[in-house]
């Protein structure tokens, strides 16, 4: 490497284009939610695109590799100091809508819903879920309801595909904007041919991927396939209060509603123990062929409180994996192999890990 992590850090930091902050020596435990793993040796969170363009170029001119960070919520970042220099998108966080024509529709728990509009929502990568969620529940917006909860970003949910309660986060996807970092120049003054404080959009390193059913699957996306980071996503909703437009927020009556959803789905994921403990949520993919969910496999083989080290598959729930407290990034891959191992032997059945290590 040409150049010291921190000499790297200086040089991002000293671009006339580049607003955020860059921390060293990070530790990641601070950034998952499962609350464990090693350090980030240079953690970088820029105010917005054009500074995530300056970043990603210094670092590609030092062939410093990157590691692109959402909401950490099915990350473990193994011991010891990670060779990738660590991109947060949290600040990549705007909302906007475009309301369209209004049409009829009936809610059959809300009867005094005549009509909603079609909205084309739009949202950076790093916005939260719950962010989100709260957002629409302002506006009088359906749609996010089944995700109440998730402890994840916009960009981590699309990449990830994520499934809650039956519904696949891809199902109102309209639109991918993201960055190709195949085309990112490795030298950084190149970027100054483009008048990024104002767009990335007038380079050739951005792109704009269209909906299609065909590229999507059970927590599969296309982004997976990409050398890309997700700079937003758009979404087709409903408005039930058509009358919302400016910044107005919806009627009372209409956000209480949404609320009400939220909370219930907050409420149940509560009574199952998703936050009893720190986690990175789902272990194992889910598999239609093995005739049962990977919990249910794991819970009948008696594995539900498994302990290895400071991590344990949780007591109430076998597809979860959680923190007692003093886990190591090491402690939970090894738990996670020991049940895959396990139930590969006694079921044949070879379970896929939800959860990604780095």
């Not at 990641?28 to 090693?38: D, Y």
């Not at 309301?99 to 909205?119: G, N, Q, R, T």
Request: glycine share 10%; charged share 25%; proline share 5%.
């Amino acid at each position: 490497m040409v150049s010291s992590i921190r000499e790297i850090g200086e040089n991002i930091k000293n671009s006339p284009l580049f607003l955020g902050d860059i921390n060293f020596d990070v530790p990641m435990s601070e950034h998952t939610t499962m609350r464990a793993g090693g350090l980030a040796p240079i953690f970088i969170e820029p105010e917005n695109e054009s500074s995530l363009a300056i970043a990603l170029s210094v670092l590609k001119s030092q062939n410093m590799p990157v590691f692109v960070l959402g909401g950490g919520s099915n990350v473990v970042v193994r011991d010891g100091v990670m060779k990738s220099a660590v991109i947060s998108t949290s600040r990549l966080c705007k909302i906007s809508i475009e309301p369209k024509k209004a049409f009829p529709f009936e809610l059959e728990d809300f009867p005094e819903i005549k009509e909603a509009s079609e909205i084309t929502l739009t949202a950076g990568a790093g916005t939260s879920i719950e962010d989100l969620n709260s957002w629409c529940a302002k506006y009088g917006i359906l749609g996010f309801e089944s995700f109440a909860g998730l402890p994840g970003s916009v960009g981590g949910a699309t990449f990830m595909n994520a499934r809650c309660y039956g519904t696949d986060f891809s199902s109102q996807i309209t639109e991918i904007r993201y960055l190709d970092l195949d085309k990112i120049p490795s030298s950084p003054e190149k970027l100054s041919d483009y008048d990024l404080k104002y767009s990335l959009d007038d380079g050739d390193f951005i792109s704009v991927y269209q909906k299609s059913d065909g590229d999507w699957g059970y927590k599969k996306s296309p982004m997976q396939e990409k050398n890309a980071v997700i700079l937003s996503v758009k979404f087709a909703l409903r408005g039930i209060d058509v009358y919302v437009s400016g910044g107005q927020s919806a009627n009372p009556k209409i956000s209480d509603y949404i609320w009400k959803k939220i909370d219930e789905k907050i409420a149940d994921r509560t009574e199952k123990g998703h936050y009893k403990a720190p986690s990175a949520g789902s272990v194992f993919k889910n598999n239609r062929d093995y005739g049962k969910p990977s919990g249910a496999i794991i819970d009948e083989l008696g594995m539900k409180g498994t302990k290895i080290g400071g991590a344990q598959v949780a007591p109430w729930h076998g597809n979860f994996i959680i923190n007692m407290g003093n886990a190591t990034a090491s402690d939970v891959e090894k738990l996670v192999n020991f049940v895959k191992e396990k139930v590969l032997e006694n079921t044949g059945f070879n379970l896929e890990p939800e959860i990604i290590f780095v």
